[in-house]
């Protein structure tokens, strides 16, 4: 039997009250205290109270909260299967669709109708609330069609790479898999189809139809690092930010007009894009050799991806700051200026870090990770200057 005082103000016990009682006679029972581990003979004590009757005080304020402890416990035991099912399917739905890029997909469409929205105070309307959910939903959904489609032809190598994602993991069945690339698919169609006219239904169906190929045999375009890449910088780059803001000024009554912010963000983001596309696969090197798919790291190395994804993020940075002093009638450079400095000083200081550690696979994880970081920043701070 074992006692032990917890930071809650409850006890637990290992045993029931009668067998406590009885074995305090005959055992030398171990008491945790603190984080520390007292022996005591003979009988239980409780060290951090002076008296006998701060004791019987703690245990009959404390009985009540032991037996409820006791039933809730019970009750998580037998807890319903039909809801533990439906939880674990929507964990791992949730996974499936990759949160991480649905982040990145979230906050590039707002910004851009923030943006828009700046530009055009005087046109803003209730009423373009619902239209905006709705245009978002359906970039979620063809996020999830890309991204899930290129699970389900990639389980083998997930198996190795990512073993924790809901098909390699057995958690969501390929038949389940198919289902909501389906739903997503036809749902984000219609969406975008009856809220968005032709033109934007069209952009919306290219970036579903270059998702597809970038997966799919016989083309499987992924195998080819130059081809993977452009499809990743043209639909996570120039169709989003292009036809959000096209589909946002349409939305206000307005013909489509390149602004200085907006070809800026959409340049930037693109060549984002690409980098994100070269050092995707810095984590996946040892499963991408195994299958033999072809990427620039498997072929140049994980260093020289790494020194080059950074250089790339380097350059855009730079632009971003001699735009902001060379327009500064257009672009805010008390804002634009700093924070791209300090961006930049933070991946240079990430890749040393990187460097230090010998590119181990959780360096590089972490590596990745704060590619994503500086992307939704962007993002973030785009509105503003």
Known sequence: MELSISHSPCLRFSSSSSRFLAASHHHRPSVHLAGKLLSKPKDVCFTSLSSSCMRSKFVSTNYRKISIRASSQVGAAGSDPVLDRIARFQNACWRFLRPHTIRGTALGSTALVARALIENTHLIKWSLVLKALSGLLALICGNGYIVGINQIYD??????????????????????????????AVAGLAVVGFNFGPFITC????????GTIYSVPPFRMKRFPVAAFLIIATVRGFLLNFGV??????????????????????????????????TKDLPDVEGD??????????????????????????????SAISLAFYMPQVFRGSLMIPAHMILASCLIFQTWVLEKANYTKEAIAGYYRFIWNLFYAEYLLFPFF
């Open 289 to 318: 050799r195994k299958f033999q798919i072809s990427t620039l790291a498997t072929k140049l190395g994980v260093r020289n991806i790494a020194f080059l994804g950074s250089g790339l993020l380097l350059v855009n940075y730079i």
């Open 245 to 278: 803001y096209h589909a946002t000024r349409a939305a206000l009554g307005l013909s489509f007009q390149w602004s200085a912010p907006v070809a800026f963000i959409t340049s930037f983001v693109t060549l984002f894009a690409l980098v994100i596309a070269i």
């Open 155 to 184: 389980i083998g190598i997930d198996k190795v790479n990512k073993p924790y994602l809901p098909i390699a993991a057995g958690d969501l069945s390929v038949q389940s898999a198919w289902l909501l690339v389906i739903f997503f």
């Open 203 to 210: 952009l919306y169906s290219l970036g579903l139809f270059l």
